[in-house]
């Protein structure tokens, strides 16, 4: 997307903020420097602390990632992307984490027609940097998905793959009928990894997936084992799990000390078009 196009507002008072050089301001004169890496930094009251996934869950996810085990989910998030994103659109990843699926969805976008714009927002800053580095045309910025930097309406599709929901935040930002992809865990994800780990594992619990305001469209389960075949790998994919912060210190040597692992990645890929009328 070009500089003059910019999509971000001003988090302080909502007015669109423009390209200045280093930095970004708004007609109401707050400015924003960009980093470095491209991103803008519009999470308000930071005080430089770490916000959400810290660098080292970045890193474990990032290998992970990169074994190529969650591709099947990658492309049809994409694909489900691509079916409802108009040429040219907006397209929203809110809580992009280190930005696996939105680069899958930026490229396949890209390579579609050129022309569509895709932001992303995290609250962690190492994430929106892992972003930065693995593509330079999303437009970034560290946010929360309580309090998204973008004008009512102004979106045609929102992404959320496995980040907390802020549904009346992504009612308001999309447009009309716009829609609203989202990838949840199934009931037996990494179930296998839990077993493992705890005494008494519990599989996942999908709640109903009505939400008002929206209409769902289209459903799609997914689901498939996949091999992890070092301690290496399976400590990467504890390591970017909540249970790796929530488990006792015992329980956690039973699952890092294995050589291997053979994992259940199951998903439900959700896509919802918001209804007219749920502006009240
Ligand atoms: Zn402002």
Redesign the pocket.
């Known amino acids: 997307m070009t500089e003059n196009t910019m999509l971000f507002?001003?988090?302080?008072?909502?007015?669109p903020?423009a390209p200045d050089g280093t930095r970004a301001?708004?007609?109401?004169?707050?400015s924003y420097d960009r980093s470095r890496e491209g991103y803008y930094n519009l999470l308000l009251g930071s005080r430089g602390g770490t916000h959400g996934d810290n660098r080292e869950m970045v890193l474990a996810r990032r290998a992970f990632l990169s074994g190529g085990y969650y591709e099947p989910l990658a492309k049809r998030v994409s694909e489900a992307t691509l079916s409802v994103t108009p040429t040219g659109g907006a397209v929203l990843d809110a809580g992009s984490g280190e930005g696996y699926y939105t680069d899958a969805v930026e490229r396949a976008l890209f390579e579609r027609d050129g022309k569509t714009c895709v932001l992303a927002f995290d609250i962690s800053k190492d994430a929106v940097r892992e972003v930065a580095r693995k593509n330079k045309r999303i437009s970034l910025a560290v946010a929360g998905s309580y309090h998204m930097p973008i004008s009512d309406g102004r979106i045609d599709t929102v992404l959320n793959t496995f980040s907390p929901l802020a549904i009346t935040e992504v009612g308001r930002v999309l447009r009309t009928e716009g829609a609203f992809v989202m990838a949840i865990p199934g009931e037996e994800h990494l179930y296998d990894l839990k077993c493992r780990v705890y005494d008494t594992p519990y599989k996942n619990t999908v709640s109903d997936t009505a939400i008002d305001g929206f209409s769902l469209s289209a459903s799609e389960h997914i689901k498939y084992k996949f091999t992890l075949d070092s301690r290496e790998k399976v400590k990467n994919l504890f390591m970017m799990t909540p249970y790796a912060y929530r488990t006792p210190r015992e329980m956690k040597e039973r699952v890092l000390t294995l050589d291997g692992l053979e994992c259940t990645a199951d998903f439900y890929l959700l896509t919802y078009r918001k209804l007219r009328n749920v502006n009240k």
């Open positions: 507002v001003c988090p302080k008072c909502g007015e903020l301001i708004c007609k109401g004169g707050h």
